[in-house]
């Protein structure tokens, strides 16, 4: 059974599962994390960035001297604190998932496959130090885009578009009109 | 610690890396060829998944299984528009998403590693330019329509509606079949 599902399935699957995380939490997002794992490793190093104070009635505030780890009372501050909350503990298990799926059932991951995706190697060449410079120039663009707009394809345009959200069609249409030219520039073989 | 939430973090969260993978969402070669347009499998699964979950999400807050308190809208403002071409920029040339990345790890694609990486040094520099961008740049976050609003009437008062007066459970499945027709009616190629 190493096969994968067809549209209509896909669809309906994928579907589900953002109505279910609706329905139990919130709306799915990711690239928050990506702020909140920076977050745990440099407040270690610089306490400022991330402070816990207990007021005279016991309640914890948070702060931070970064102006957006500062924003909305500290909510990125704070997480990074209680590292393990549900959108951190989240993104680990989506880890596990993608482990446990490609293991039971597949599709698997073929050995050429693991460090240079085919149609990279078809267009790109096999140098491993490319591919690799290009996925880190590529996380890097996808982060800072995905921080200035406050979310990803997940929270903008899956969970943004499902609850009919204006910012889910806004980020749709920034993100294609330059994502397909520029896939269609660099990539030209299959 | 809340013990609940943990557990269905891990839960919808492995659930979500799963399916990521099943629908082969953690696989660049599909996602660029979705991008350039030569293979359509993902673009009619994306599409027909948001349609078939706002179905259901109006209809389940319409008859009150689902708290509309949960509805999260996410504020419109010039940055979204901007940050998404700057998100496009890394898409096309990566093949990865923040979260299909995480879970394509997990399926064996090491280059991830390198994305993720990338990815946690992008969001740092984000972090660190915020405050200035803040003060030169502020017409990146001048609000668009309002900014946290919605197409259809959600019940959550928080979010106001640009389509108001008429049912939003109304509004949002005429969007939703448009978007599962969309899939339906999409070829599997739009260029060779």
Same mark, same amino acid.
């Given at each position: 059974m190493n096969n994968s599902w067809g549209w209509l399935k896909s669809g309906l699957i994928l579907g589900t599962v953002f109505l279910l995380a609706v329905a139990l939490v919130k709306p799915i997002g990711v690239s928050t994390q990506y702020v909140i794992a920076d977050c745990f490793i440099f407040c270690k190093l610089n306490p400022d960035l991330a402070k816990e104070t207990i007021d005279a009635e016991g309640n914890k505030t948070y702060s931070s001297s970064n102006a957006y780890l500062n924003k909305s009372n500290g909510k990125y501050a704070k997480n990074s604190l209680n590292i393990s909350n549900y959108g951190?503990?989240?993104?680990?298990?989506?880890?596990?998932? @993608?482990?446990?799926?490609?293991?039971?059932? @597949? +599709?698997?991951?073929?050995?050429?496959? %693991?460090?240079? +995706?085919?149609?990279?190697?078809?267009?790109? @060449?096999?140098?491993?130090?490319?591919?690799?410079? @290009?996925?880190? %120039?590529?996380?890097?663009?996808?982060?800072?885009?995905?921080?200035?707009?406050?979310?990803?394809?997940?929270?903008?345009?899956?969970?943004?578009?499902?609850?009919?959200?204006?910012?889910?069609?806004?980020?749709?249409?920034?993100?294609? %009109?330059?994502?397909? +030219?520029? %896939?269609?520039?660099?990539?030209?073989?299959? | 610690m809340n013990y609940t939430n943990i557990i269905l973090a891990l839960v919808v969260g492995g659930l979500f890396g799963a399916v990521l993978h099943k629908v082969q969402a953690t696989n660049p070669n599909k996602i660029v060829g979705f991008l350039r347009l030569t293979d359509l499998h993902l673009a009619k699964v994306i599409l027909f998944a948001i349609g078939f979950s706002s179905l259901l999400l109006f209809i389940l807050m319409a008859v009150n299984v689902i708290p509309t308190s949960h509805i999260h809208v996410k504020s419109a403002y010039v940055g979204v528009i901007v940050g998404g071409a700057i998100f496009g920029i890394g898409f096309g040339l990566g093949g990865y998403c923040p979260g299909t990345t995480i879970a394509a790890l997990g399926s064996g694609r090491k280059d991830s590693l390198f994305m993720i990486l990338g990815g946690l040094v992008g969001a740092w520099f984000y972090v660190l330019i915020y405050g200035w961008l803040q003060e030169n740049m502020d017409f990146l976050y001048a609000k668009i329509a309002g900014g946290k609003v919605s197409l259809a009437v959600t019940g959550n008062e928080s979010v106001p509606a640009l389509i108001d007066g008429v049912n939003g459970a109304v509004v949002a499945g005429i969007i939703a079949i448009l978007f599962m027709a969309g899939a339906y009616m999409l070829p599997n190629k739009l260029r060779n």
């Open positions: 951190f503990v989240f993104v680990i298990a989506m880890f596990l998932g @993608g482990f446990v799926a490609s293991k039971l059932g @597949g +599709p698997k991951v073929e050995k050429e496959e %693991a460090w240079i +995706p085919h149609v990279w190697r078809e267009n790109l @060449g096999s140098s491993w130090t490319k591919r690799m410079v @290009g996925a880190f %120039a590529s996380g890097f663009f996808i982060l800072v885009g995905s921080r200035l707009a406050g979310g990803c394809t997940s929270g903008h345009m899956m969970s943004g578009m499902m609850q009919t959200s204006l910012s889910g069609y806004l980020f749709a249409a920034g993100v294609f %009109a330059i994502a397909v +030219p520029v %896939a269609i520039i660099v990539f030209k073989k299959k | -």
